[in-house]
């Protein structure tokens, strides 16, 4: 074998126990006791997580006149600091252009600069007749799923969203909705901007969490007429989970996302002096506090299937004051990909909150299960990929800005200190974070085929 992790406790989806993990041409190839070869890695006293998953991430999106602050080289490397291996982009149709087109255009972008493996989602933003032709070829590509935004000024109509949902169940494909209702909440900015509120305080009271609820009920509905699989992406708040859970007990496969900001950020941070509420200016917004209890609950119960990041990071000097005058001119989103396993683990298994099963599973193993990379990608099994992360339990880090490699001049977590960090990170058998540095190239990283959709 190549590498051997010793000694360490391995955590998956359904077990914790004991095991050396042997690697060979990237891929793992013995679990067991006293394995060997030509290079040992200690991690005795550490747990052995797989690569963790994003399911949710916008690198080089060009979004509200501006670009997101992350490249694929940055974005990738502050993802592989914080245990994430793998990640699934958001590719953007053009207005005019094709599905295939976006895949190109992203992969252009992507594959020189990737330090771990991606694969692609499409998101749908002028559903045409030969869009619509196109979905099977996509899903043959090995982009298997499909966003529909309900929220933006490009967002779908009904009778788009349900088209696309037909086809999608027809070829295997999963379609992701953005479920916030974008009619009602141009009837909410255009009052609120006509009565002078102008400031990132109003962003919130702009898409309340009734427009969200609105827009899951709808999205599952349509999902149930045309027979097809849902995935909820950034669900924050108990009326769309409620409309969820409806769906599912009545035996549909919708499946939910939601990200740590939801779970750990309120609806307070936009009242923050001056204008650093646009910090958090994204959508859908911060919910009030009590959400975050029953989104928590939502996690441990099993009705949320998987957290995403959602990472669409904007400078607050530069970008985010684009809109100093007008808060529907910020740009919308936030830094995550490198907080999100961190943030997990401490809220989450220290405050015991979720196992640390549950934790691999929310992180790793249902994103890659619900995206079609399972078990190449979110486990720790024989033939599996050797993205594996070292985690020591003890190691604290603050959350400030000057300890996080996204290449952002703000972390919406500066008050928070985690316990709990990965120590070493390996993406298909090499070591690409050994505590502080990091040892691989731009372009290391691999475009990921994902299988079509085949959860039950
Ligand atoms: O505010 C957000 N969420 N920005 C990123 C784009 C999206 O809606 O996913
Ligand atoms: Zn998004």
């Known amino acids: 074998m190549d590498i051997v992790l010793k000694g360490g406790t391995i955590v998956t989806a359904k077990e914790t126990y004991r095991a050396d993990v042997g690697i060979r041409d990237g891929r793992i190839v013995a679990i067991g006791e006293d394995l060997a070869g030509q290079r040992t890695l200690n991690a005795d006293g550490r747990f052995v997580f797989p690569g963790a998953v994003d399911p949710h991430t916008h690198l080089e999106l060009q979004f509200m006149d501006t670009v997101a602050a992350d490249d694929f080289y940055t974005g990738t490397v502050a993802a592989a600091f914080g245990g994430t291996t793998t990640i699934i982009d958001y590719a953007e149709q053009s207005k005019g252009g094709t599905l295939t087109e976006a895949v190109q255009g992203w992969r252009a972008k992507a594959d020189p600069k990737v330090v771990i493996d991606y694969g692609l989602h499409v998101s749908i933003i002028d559903l045409r007749e030969d869009v619509l032709d196109e979905l099977k070829d996509i899903v043959k590509q090995g982009v298997s799923s499909f966003k529909c935004y309900l929220a933006y000024p490009d967002r779908l109509r009904d009778d788009e969203l349900l088209q696309v949902m037909q086809r999608a169940g027809e070829t295997g494909g999963l379609v992701n909705v953005h479920c916030e209702n974008g009619w009602l909440v141009d009837l909410m900015t255009s009052k609120l901007l006509k009565e002078g509120k102008t400031g990132p305080r109003w962003h919130p009271r702009s898409r309340p969490s009734a427009f969200e609820e609105e827009a899951t009920q709808r999205a599952s509905i349509l999902a149930r007429f045309a027979g097809a699989p849902l995935y909820v992406v950034h669900l924050t708040c108990e009326g769309a989970l409620e409309a969820a859970k409806r769906a599912r007990r009545a035996g549909q496969r919708v499946f939910v996302e939601t990200c740590p900001q939801y779970l750990l950020l309120d609806i307070e941070r936009y009242d923050e002096p001056g204008f650093e509420g646009a910090k958090y200016v994204m959508s859908p917004p911060l919910r009030e506090r009590a959400n975050l209890e029953t989104l928590w609950r939502g996690l441990a119960l099993g009705d949320i299937d998987s957290v995403g990041t959602d990472h669409c990071p904007f400078n607050f000097v530069g970008q985010k004051d ?55 990608k979110g486990t720790i099994a024989v033939g599996s990929d050797a993205d594996l992360v070292v985690w020591d339990p003890n190691k604290r880090v603050p959350l400030t800005v000057e300890n996080l490699h996204m290449n952002v001049d703000y972390s919406p977590y500066e008050d928070i200190t985690v316990q709990g960090y990965p120590e070493l990170v390996l993406s298909r058998g090499q070591v690409i974070v050994e505590n502080d540095r990091f040892l691989v190239k731009p372009g290391s990283g691999r475009f990921l085929p994902r299988k079509p959709f085949s959860v039950l």
């Open 322 to 376: 684009l809109g100093r005058d007008d808060f529907t001119l910020i740009p919308n989103g936030l830094p995550g990909i490198e907080t999100r396993v961190p943030l997990l683990y401490h809220e989450g298994v220290n405050k015991g909150r979720i196992t640390i099963n549950r934790f691999v599973e929310l992180v790793a193993a249902n994103p890659a299960r619900l995206f079609g990379l399972y078990p190449q």
